[in-house]
């Protein structure tokens, strides 16, 4: 696991503010699926949404041009991916990155409409305890992949 948190950590600071913000196709068509699935599955005006490996943000930056109504919580263990996405959304009111273990989440509160894992449940340390900490704070839960 240190191996992985530290090739993840080798990020400078322009590579970090680009990671997957190329929106390939495959990717783009599960981003759309998630949206209409958001949109669909929750009632209220605005909902709250807990992102499980975050990165730099790309996810909240996708839900901000589909005009999603959210409260949005990215979570990575990745230092470098977390100040990428601080540094694009400073000043968003709607937005906040926090650095942390996706198998852990400690010091995350509150409760969530929605955790999401985009392409990282596989890569968790122990993937059953990220599921477990993730119904522990969501009403539901959406593993994406494309």
Not at 105 to 112: C, Q, R, T
Request: aromatic share 12%; with cysteine.
């Amino acid at each position: 696991m240190d191996r992985l948190v530290n090739s993840w950590n080798s990020f400078n600071a322009q590579a970090a503010s680009g990671y997957l913000r190329d929106n390939n196709q495959a990717s783009l068509n599960s981003k759309k699926i998630l949206v209409n699935i958001l949109k669909k599955s929750c009632r209220s005006d605005r909902i709250s949404i807990i992102d499980l490996g975050c990165g730099n943000g790309q996810l909240y930056d996708y839900f901000k041009k589909e005009k999603l109504s959210c409260n949005y919580t990215g979570v990575d263990f990745s230092v470098p991916l977390i100040d990428a996405a601080r540094s694009a959304y400073k000043g968003d009111g709607y937005a906040k990155f926090v650095v942390g273990d996706i198998s852990k989440l400690e010091g995350i509160d509150g409760k969530y409409d929605f955790a999401i894992f985009s392409h990282v449940i596989e890569m968790a340390s122990s993937p059953d305890s990220a599921l477990f900490c993730a119904k522990k704070i969501a009403k539901r839960i959406v593993i994406r992949f494309f």
